[in-house]
């Protein structure tokens, strides 16, 4: 018997030894280590129609809970625009105030002031729930666009402009949504290009057809605020 096959009989001897507790121990065990971020690992399947930010945050935290980590609360990160005489609404201020470890425990902000200067989000770090990676510029199909609706400061754009699909609404052919990049790769060396939060807008409306032209799936970034 190896030494890692001595580790795994003490380790469910141990749990077996705790009697009627031994599958919550288990399912503690299972989840990822102090996980407060990710990238989903699928979209809603209606391009950047989520159900607006409501149904944005239920997806995060159904796939939280699916990867164990269910007891936190978690929000996307989006912004909405100012319509209908309600106020815009900013991502950076629905995630919490850090910091925020992917599935894997790795820090990928302190902040929110880190999260907007100099994260810690790459290709390498920006994991799904699962603690796996997402295809990136290179990869096929190309996934790197991450909707967002926001500008670089994690803030809503005017009122006038949709950069939301209509406050993640729309799965048409009208409407766009800003996106960012997650392995920092574009098409250039400029600052858009490598941003996280903040690229360019998706093209040709807000269906899941129009968000793979540019490279994307319709994934959004998922912040535990506790």
């Known amino acids: 018997m190896t030494v890692t096959s001595n580790i795994a009989v003490t380790a469910v001897a141990a749990l077996l030894a705790l009697g009627g507790n031994s599958t919550v121990v288990l399912a503690q065990a299972a989840a990822p280590t102090g996980m407060s971020f990710f990238i989903t690992s699928a979209g809603s399947g209606k391009g950047a129609d989520l159900g607006g930010l409501d149904g944005a945050d239920r997806h995060c935290q159904t796939l939280a809970q699916a990867a164990g980590a269910g007891s936190r609360t978690w929000r996307a990160y989006l912004s909405e625009s100012a319509a209908g005489g309600k106020p815009a609404t900013n991502a950076r201020d629905r995630v919490g105030a850090g910091p925020w470890k992917n599935a894997k425990g790795v820090e990928v902000?302190?902040?929110?002031?880190?999260?907007?200067?100099?994260?810690?989000?790459?290709?390498?770090?920006?994991?799904?729930?699962k603690g796996d990676p997402v295809n990136g510029r290179g990869d096929q199909p190309n996934m790197h666009d991450i909707l967002t609706g926001s500008r670089p400061d994690g803030t809503a754009f005017p009122g006038d402009q949709d950069m939301t699909c209509g406050n993640w609404t729309k799965s048409g052919a009208e409407g766009a949504a800003v996106v960012g990049h997650h392995d920092r790769m574009g098409l250039n060396e400029e600052p858009p290009a490598k941003s996280w939060n903040s690229s360019h807008p998706s093209r040709g409306g807000c269906s899941q057809d129009a968000l793979r032209g540019t490279g994307g799936a319709g994934l959004f970034y998922c912040f535990a605020t506790n």
């Open 109 to 129: 902000a302190s902040s929110i002031a880190a999260l907007h200067d100099n994260p810690n989000i790459t290709k390498q770090t920006a994991l799904t729930e």
